[in-house]
Antibody, heavy 116, light 111 residues
Framework: QVHLVQSGAEMKKPGASVKVSCKTS????????MHWVRQAPGQGLEWMGI????????NYAQKLRDRVTMTRDTSTSTVYMELNSLKSEDTAVYYC?????????WGQGTPVTVSS | QSVLTQPPSVSGAPGQRVTISCTGS?????????VHWYQQLPRTAPKLLIH???NRPSGVPDRFSGSKSGTSASLAISGLQAEDEANYYC???????????FGGGTKLTVL
């Protein structure tokens, strides 16, 4: 079975950075793109960006382009999402989701809380 | 303000049929780009419900169906069941933004 297992909950102060991991198994890592999606408390889904695990190319949402970095480690079949200069508005659950055009498998989510 | 517009809420009695609309523009749905739908139960990750506008993944009941016309797409749920109470999101690519977008989400209440 395909599994996406994300790292645990994080608590950060404003201005800090957070790096969330998404370890994959059960499929060929480089054959599928990976998206990152976040959901603020009580709000809808927000697309953050996409990474191609094969070559590492990325495309980020305009709103986050100057603060987000997505990377991958092909040796461990893991993708990472790092968000810098955290603000209280970045408090959300962060999801990785495998893409075959549509998002067919999702990670369990990583809660990130930004508070002073 | 989402690029894809959904009604905030819909409701229906058990056994009834409801539809959820997703209105876009010429840079996404109207450009012929596929629409996908996800169901999110409380405190869980979203689950793929419909892909490529009309296709159901294995395991999704045929009570769920998708369609598209012009710049809008719709998700129809027939034979409503209590377990269908959830939030539903549409999803597509937007060529003007050069990125993916979600609808704002629709909360379905089964009366």
């Amino acid at each position: 079975q395909v599994h996406l297992v994300q790292s645990g909950a994080e608590m950060k102060k404003p201005g800090a950075s957070v790096k969330v991991s998404c370890k994959t198994s059960g499929y060929t890592f480089t054959n599928y793109y990976m998206h990152w999606v976040r959901q603020a408390p009580g709000q809808g889904l927000e697309w953050m960006g996409i990474i191609n695990p094969s070559g590492g190319s990325t495309n980020y949402a305009q709103k986050l382009r100057d603060r987000v970095t997505m990377t991958r480690d092909t040796s461990t079949s893991t993708v990472y999402m790092e968000l810098n200069s955290l603000k209280s508005e970045d408090t959300a659950v962060y999801y990785c989701a495998r893409s075959y055009d549509y998002l067919d498998v999702w990670g369990q989510g990583t809660p990130v809380t930004v508070s002073s | 303000q989402s690029v894809l517009t959904q009604p905030p809420s819909v409701s229906g009695a058990p056994g009834q049929r409801v539809t959820i609309s997703c209105t876009g523009s010429s840079s996404n749905i109207g450009a012929g780009l596929d629409v996908h739908w996800y169901q999110q139960l409380p405190r869980t990750a979203p689950k793929l419900l419909i892909h490529g506008t009309t296709n159901r993944p294995s395991g999704v009941p045929d009570r769920f169906s998708g369609s598209k016309s012009g710049t809008s797409a719709s998700l129809a749920i027939s034979g409503l069941q209590a377990e269908d109470e959830a939030n539903y999101y549409c999803h597509s690519y937007d060529s003007s933004l050069s990125g993916w977008v979600f609808g704002g989400g629709t909360k379905l209440t089964v009366l």
